[in-house]
């Protein structure tokens, strides 16, 4: 999507240690007129899929997230990370691995809010070796529920996670596809 790519080129900064900092407008302070675009894509992208929930993980997913809710009218669910464990059996649960706080977690959604008849669209800020989305995908298959896409921001393609879930079959539309990045010159190219 070339705005997003033309904002991230004027925005971004590319840190030590592969991390795209986005946060002018993406995911800390958020351009919700961006964001409204960037759903409007996906929307255009999934037209004629049956979406009736979009699920995220948080922090930084959720405001795409809600937009998102907003141009796709369904509700935004987004998975929380957990201290507790599921004593009860009252949530799915799955264990993410943090690409930048480099800790692993438990993150947990609500058995009330995902079951078998949901239609789901994932969607996240960033793709990088796939851990965040692969726990949400096993979140719904816990809940038996169909996952029709995933939506992603920025996905860094030579980290391989978003080439992987399509190897499997998962329809992954990212935004934009970050081909390479250098921390010291602060270039980026794009797929
Ligand atoms: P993965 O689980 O695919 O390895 O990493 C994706 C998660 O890590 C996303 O939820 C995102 O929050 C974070 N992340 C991965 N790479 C970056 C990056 O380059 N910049 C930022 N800001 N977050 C990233």
Redesign the pocket.
Known sequence: MELLEQRIRKDGIV?EG??????GF??HQMDVSLLKAMAEQWRADFAGKPINKILT?EA??IGIAAIAGLVFDVPVLFAKKSKSINIDGSVYCSR?????HKVDSDVIVSKKFLDANDHVFII????????????LIEICEGAGATVEGIGIA?E?GY?G?GDALRERGFVVDSLAIVESMDAETGEIEFR
């Open positions: 840190k592969n991390v795209l900092k986005v946060d993406l995911n993980i930084s997913g993410v691995h943090s690409f930048t996240d800020d960033f793709m990088a070796n796939g851990c965040a989305m692969n726990g920025i860094k980290q996670g």
